[in-house]
């Protein structure tokens, strides 16, 4: 579910019909993706914690790289987590699934197959936990508050600015409002000074993660890369008051949005994407996100995007000048 402004909210985009049969999609989910590290193993001692005062415990962890260095920093976010599940759906065999439960282990495949292109990786969380440390202000009994939703998201620029990222990638699912609704998606902000940029990068991640999905025979839709300012949150109404009354006027996913006035003072700093590679709602794209292989899958088209994005170009080889010419009857010892 896309990161909201107030309340997350999912946004229903309804994709084609999966090119493979259900017996068939299925079946593929039984051969893993083999990776060189999975994520429980890769998110070990070796991480920093940013600020431990300020962020809660796992969260806003950095990795350094484990093969060379490229001296590039990479954000990854994964969705809600702790008292906020995200969205709820079922897998085929009618099991609840939790989007933050299936975000998370997307978030540290990708980080350790990064860090192995020689990124040095900031993640917003390592545990099942939110990212800030919240306060009083942010929790309705048991729940987040409205508050504490707009903080706990706002938390996570924070923590891709202090990063000193160069690039953020929010890894989160959608939900829609019939069983049917399936498919890609990845959303930019175009109100960004760097607009041209998001949509590169989420071009890309939209590419790389259908590409690494459909590798399988899976046919998950492609929904296109999409302006946030269509699929921001619209929470609340002025009528309402504090900070759901400002929600119902920002129009942008939170992650990824401008600073306003009263309201959001920490955007983030460098190109992002939120993407959304599936549906929770959709059994069998439900099933395809908990899955090792289908997290994996994820995780690859993250990494392969993420590098082709933030790859350096190539500097031009300097020419080597022709000789000079010898002029005629300067000698040359003949």
């Known amino acids: 579910m896309r990161v909201g402004v107030v309340v997350t909210v999912a946004v229903v985009v309804v994709g084609a019909v999966g090119l493979l049969d259900a017996s068939a999609r299925s079946a593929s989910l039984r051969t893993p993706l083999h990776l060189a590290a999975r994520g429980s193993t890769a998110a070990s001692a070796s991480g920093t914690p940013l600020d431990p005062t300020y962020f809660a415990p796992g969260s806003c962890v950095a990795y350094p790289p484990t093969s060379g260095d490229r001296h590039t920093t990479v954000f990854l976010d994964a969705g809600h987590g702790g008292i906020d599940p995200g969205a709820v759906g079922t897998d085929l065999a009618g099991r609840q699934i939790e989007e933050a439960q299936l975000t998370l282990p997307v978030e540290l495949d990708a980080m350790a197959l990064l860090r192995a292109q020689g990124f040095r990786v900031v993640v917003s969380r390592t545990t099942d936990s939110t990212v800030l440390r919240l306060a009083p202000v942010d929790l309705s009994g048991p729940y987040l508050s409205a508050q504490g939703v707009h903080d706990e998201v706002a938390a996570r620029d924070v923590c891709a600015n202090d990063a000193g990222a160069r690039a953020l990638v929010g890894i989160y699912f959608d ?116 899955s090792a292989a289908g997290q994996a899958a994820v995780a690859e088209g993250i990494a392969t995007a993420v590098e082709q994005f933030l790859a350096p170009v190539p500097s031009a080889t300097p020419a080597h000048p022709s000789p000079r010419p010898v002029p005629s009857g300067s000698g040359g010892g003949h």
């Open 175 to 290: 939900s829609g409002a019939s069983p049917s609704n399936a498919g890609s998606i990845a959303a930019y902000d175009a109100a960004r000074p760097f607009a041209a940029a998001n949509q590169q990068l989420a071009t890309l991640v939209q590419s790389g993660v259908l590409a690494a999905m459909n590798a399988h025979g899976w046919g998950i839709p492609d929904d296109g890369v999409s302006p946030d300012a269509q699929l921001g949150s619209l929470s609340g109404s002025p009528s309402d008051g504090g900070v759901t009354a400002l929600a119902a006027s920002y129009g942008h996913l939170l992650l990824l949005g401008p600073p306003m006035a009263g309201f959001f003072s920490t955007p983030s700093t460098m190109p992002g994407t939120v993407v959304e590679p599936l549906y929770v709602t959709d059994p069998f794209e439900g099933s395809v996100a908990e």
